[in-house]
């Protein structure tokens, strides 16, 4: 299960943070941040590397004891960062990948609102439904 989903824009700043447990929540607000140099990393890896730009999944950035932190990077360069608890064990590596291709249509859904502007925080209730099922979910 999920305990938090965050949008990071191009430029690392968050366009949209949710965490389950609010009473962790700048707990997640750093993860999500410190996991950021990990992102970057991997992109620039995959530049040199030439890999198939359609390959967006950037997959297990680092564990950490409680929790696992997953990436996935949009062709516009923004950022989206998952949070999973590590005691889900049953949690496979192509149902992130599903979880993040939700996010990401849901995503694009926002872009295409004629009333957001690009830059600006998430405020979708239609996203954030998204978000809260998909965080909800017990895999």
Do not use: W
Not at 71 to 85: A, L, Q
Request: with cysteine; net charge negative; hydrophobic share 40%.
């Amino acid at each position: 299960m999920a305990v938090c989903v965050a949008v990071i824009a191009k430029e690392n700043y968050p366009l949209y943070i949710r965490s389950i447990p609010t009473e962790n929540e700048l707990k997640f607000h750093y993860t999500v941040h410190t996991s950021l140099d990990v992102v970057d990393e991997k992109i620039s890896a995959m530049g040199k590397a030439l890999v198939d730009q359609r390959e967006l999944y950037l997959g297990l950035l680092y564990p950490t004891e409680d929790y696992k932190v997953y990436g996935y990077v949009t062709n516009s360069k923004v950022k989206f960062v998952m949070v999973v608890d590590s005691s889900n064990t049953a949690l496979r590596d192509n149902e992130i990948r599903s979880m993040f291709r939700k996010l990401h249509n849901s995503y694009t859904d926002v872009m295409c609102n004629p009333f957001y502007n690009p830059g600006d925080p998430i405020q979708s209730r239609a996203f954030d439904n998204m978000v809260t099922s998909m965080m909800m979910q017990v895999c």
